[in-house]
């Protein structure tokens, strides 16, 4: 029987889980993650000959970047301020929205399925909503929440994103991460169950 085409949208601040639940869909249901910042992530370790560093986790985003001179910056330093400078800079406000057309688009023709950990705000959001109806797919929209998370400058939109996500469907849930990996796991595999029973 064929899954129903689905997007899953993970929202939650920084610190929260999101890249962890993400691995969770991939590893453990095969539902390929979009995320437009891996290449720039990539791109970061080997400019900076980090390449055993991972920056899908709150250790690796902390690391510091050591260059020619000892710097007190981290990655996650970096990463920021490249979304600053792009997006609240308003040098081009929408400049994930091509991408993510584009890759969810294709992701839901080759794998009916993707989750995406990283978006930021309404328009991106939207655009998620616009995909799902040109390709009759389900929302599946999942708050992260955890007593870790700290707030950044890329998610002022969170609690707007939030109340936008619980009005576009019934499919929201929100998957604490105060435990352990384990928890989590279990946690994200029975409500991610539970939604595509329901498709």
Same mark, same amino acid.
């Given at each position: 029987?064929s ?6 949208i993970?929202?939650?601040? $920084? ?27 990539? $791109? ?19 690391e510091?970047v ?30 994930l ?16 399925? $993707? ?16 995909i ?7 929302l599946?929209?999942f708050?992260a ?12 939109q ?38 595509i029973?329901?498709?």
């Amino acid at each position: 029987m064929s899954i129903h085409k689905h997007i899953v949208i993970v929202l939650g601040y $920084f610190k929260a889980g999101k890249s962890e639940i993400g691995k969770i869909l991939q590893k453990h249901r095969q539902v390929p993650v979009l995320h437009p910042i891996a290449d720039v992530k990539d $791109f970061l370790k080997e400019h900076y000959d980090r390449l055993y560093v991972d920056l899908d986790t709150p250790e690796g985003k902390s690391e510091r970047v050591h260059t020619l001179v000892d710097s007190p910056i981290t990655f996650n330093d970096v990463l920021v301020g490249m979304f600053k400078f792009f997006i609240t800079e308003g040098l081009d406000p929408h400049f994930l929205i091509p991408y993510l057309y584009r890759e969810g688009n294709e992701f839901l023709k080759s794998d009916r399925c $993707f989750s995406s950990t990283a978006i930021r705000n309404v328009n991106e959001l939207t655009l998620m909503e616009r995909i799902a109806k040109e390709q009759s797919a389900k929302l599946i929209i999942f708050e992260a929440i955890s007593d870790r998370s700290v707030p950044e400058v890329s998610d002022i939109q969170v609690p707007e994103l939030v109340a936008r996500g619980r009005q576009l469907c019934d499919q929201f849930k929100v998957i604490e991460n105060n435990g352990t990996k384990q928890d989590l796991t279990i946690a994200v595999l029975e409500v991610y169950d539970k939604a595509i029973a329901r498709m």
